[in-house]
């Protein structure tokens, strides 16, 4: 069978995509609070584009609409793009350490402003170093592996919405 036959169907394809980021998102709050792992400022900004990948695959999942589902994908590549960028970056700090470096400002104290403060903070809060590799596994630190998945996550959506472009609007439906 034709992998991209499941493309045919971008509902399937942009639900595993929502689903994905979840366990990605549950893995990184068991290496938090399960293994001791204090997230830096970069994966909290990781974590916010996991979780806005998520959504926006999920609504698009959820839309029925084709022009719904094109956007969603769109907008869930750019966000794994954004994602990708910030997991590169952090990459780039841990392999070349800099002998000053600020990560930034603290985003749980951001996050405290707004109004969502008491249902997020256990996923958002995070002031470790950008620089430190505490965990790996295959060689790869925790940054490395974010940046595969959001190198992944972008080309499944790059490839729903080339695959979109190809069919007709009316096999876009249930």
């Not at 992998?3 to 169907?9: A, I, K």
């Not at 997020?120 to 790869?140: H, N, S």
Request: proline share 7%; glycine share 10%.
């Amino acid at each position: 069978m034709n992998p991209l036959v499941l493309l045919d169907r971008p509902r399937f394809p942009l639900g595993a995509i929502s689903l994905v980021c979840i366990a990605l998102l549950l893995f990184g709050l068991y290496l938090q609070h399960g293994v001791g792992l204090e997230p830096c400022p970069m994966c909290i900004v990781q974590r916010y584009a996991l979780v806005l990948v998520a959504v926006v695959a999920a609504l698009g999942a959820w839309a029925r609409l084709p022009w719904a589902q094109r956007l969603a994908a769109a907008l869930a590549a750019g966000l794994a793009v954004g994602g990708a960028f910030v997991a590169a970056r952090q990459s780039w700090l841990q392999w070349y350490p800099p002998e000053t470096y600020s990560c930034g400002r603290d985003f749980y104290g951001m996050i405290e402003t707004f109004p969502l403060k008491r249902a997020i903070p256990m996923i958002f809060r995070g002031g470790g170093d950008c620089t430190k590799v505490d965990w790996t596994f295959l060689g790869l630190s925790i940054a490395n592996w974010s940046f595969l998945a959001f190198v992944a996550l972008g080309l499944l959506c790059a490839a729903l919405l080339l695959r979109m472009r190809h069919q007709p609007p009316k096999q876009f439906g249930l």
